[in-house]
């Protein structure tokens, strides 16, 4: 099974979208692709068009049931641990805070088949629009590296530096889409993203090496995972693609 485009989905909530892995990019790999239908590689897109139907054709039906009765049949598919077939790589350029370089190769995602769907809504009016919220979420998702290489600066002047395997462990991960849209032309108008979490647990070896600081940059990371969440989510709803990205991914499942 080919899992480019799920990966690249993945990756851009590990990833401002401006800077390293733009939406265009991810898109057009999808689209480049065969249009074999496994039901893994457009998981946002496909849980989207298949609750939006499935509640017109029977309306009485919860929509966070049909949310999730999709999502649950396109996870099926899945085996884990997923290995996203390139490298994942994350910029954050924040003023005062971080400037830092981090590339994971031979990545292995696991966590992903336990996502489920809550409070999951529709809002269908004047005829052929909706406004959708999709909801789902996973106890822990795990991301493990078997090299990463890290480079920056934090607060302007502390050098930050290593490489070698490593470890991101997210807990109670939560990912929600609100937008709207057409229902008769299955496209979305506008659409927000919301990562939200518990927790996460960093943990990359030999950084730092020679120093006494590796133990204390994985806590600081660990203890802000929050922050850097919401400073990814800025940077990909900032960019105005997302909504491309869903509509381009809606197109090749519609074939």
């Known amino acids: 099974m080919k899992l480019d485009c799920f990966a690249s989905f993945i990756s851009l909530f590990l990833q401002p979208s401006d800077i390293i892995f733009s939406f265009d990019t991810i898109s057009n790999t999808c689209l480049q692709r065969d249009r074999e239908r496994h039901g893994v590689d457009e998981m946002a897109a496909v849980v989207v068009v298949v609750a939006v139907h499935t509640t017109l054709a029977a309306p009485r039906k919860n929509f966070n049931d049909v949310v999730n009765d999709a999502l649950q049949s396109i996870l099926a598919n899945i085996a884990e641990p997923v290995k996203p077939s390139g490298p994942l790589e994350i910029r954050i350029d924040q003023t005062h805070v971080a400037h830092i370089y981090l590339r994971m190769d031979d990545c292995e995602i696991t966590g992903l088949k336990d996502f489920s769907a809550h409070d999951s809504t529709i809002d269908l009016y004047g005829g052929v629009k909706a406004n959708v919220s999709i909801s789902i979420r996973s106890p822990k998702v795990t991301l493990t590296t078997g090299h990463y290489f890290i480079n920056g600066t934090m607060v302007d002047h502390v050098e930050?530096?290593?490489?070698?395997?490593?470890?991101?462990?997210?807990?109670?991960?939560?990912?929600?889409?609100?937008?709207?849209?057409?229902i008769v032309n299955q496209e979305f108008?506008?659409?927000?993203?919301?990562?939200?979490?518990?927790?996460?647990?960093?943990?990359?070896?030999?950084?730092?090496?020679?120093?006494?600081l590796g133990t204390v940059f994985n806590e600081f990371f660990s203890m802000y995972g929050p922050e850097i969440f919401?400073?990814?989510?800025?940077?990909?709803?900032?960019?105005?693609?997302?909504?491309?990205?869903?509509?381009?991914?809606?197109?090749?499942y519609r074939g």
Do not use: C, H, Y
Not at 162 to 182: A, C, R, W
Not at 189 to 205: K, N
Not at 240 to 248: A, C, E, H, S
């Open 230 to 252: 919401d400073i990814i989510e800025n940077n990909i709803n900032k960019s105005g693609k997302l909504v491309n990205f869903i509509n381009n991914l809606i197109k090749q």
């Open 189 to 212: 108008t506008d659409a927000t993203l919301d990562l939200e979490m518990w927790r996460w647990t960093v943990d990359l070896e030999d950084l730092m090496p020679g120093t006494d």
């Open 160 to 182: 930050l530096f290593g490489e070698g395997p490593g470890m991101i462990s997210v807990d109670e991960m939560d990912i929600k889409v609100d937008g709207s849209g057409n």
